[in-house]
C-alpha cells in the first residue's frame, strides 16, 4: 500500500529501535556463525535493547499516537454523548 496514510512506523522512535536492532540481530549472527556464545548472547541483549529505548522514545513522546483502523466501505462507529446512554 504506497499510498497508506496510517505512518506505521515513521517515527524517529520506530526507526531508532529498528537500527539497534538489526545492528545487534548483525552482530548475534555473525557471533553465532564464530560459535562464540558471548557475542551471540551480547547480541541478543542488543536486540531487546532496541525495543526497550523505542518503547522509552515514544514514551517522551517520539512515537505516534495509536489510531482507530477504519476499514474502507464500512460506517463509522462513534458513541453517543455520556448524557444520552442509559
Not at 557471533?31 to 557475542?39: C, E, H, L, R, S
Not at 518503547?55 to 517522551?60: E, N, P, S, T
Request: charged content about 5%.
Amino acid at each position: 500500500m504506497a499510498g497508506s496514510s496510517h505512518g506505521h512506523g515513521h517515527t524517529p522512535a520506530a526507526w531508532t529501535g529498528v537500527i539497534i536492532s538489526f545492528i545487534g540481530f548483525c552482530v548475534a549472527g555473525a557471533f553465532m556463525v564464530m560459535a562464540q556464545p558471548v557475542g551471540f548472547w551480547a547480541g541478543s541483549a542488543l536486540i531487546l535493547l532496541g525495543a526497550v529505548v523505542a518503547g522509552i522514545m515514544k514514551a517522551m513522546g517520539l512515537g505516534s499516537d495509536p489510531k482507530p483502523l477504519v476499514v474502507a466501505g464500512s460506517p463509522a462507529v462513534t458513541r453517543e454523548p455520556v448524557g444520552v446512554e442509559s
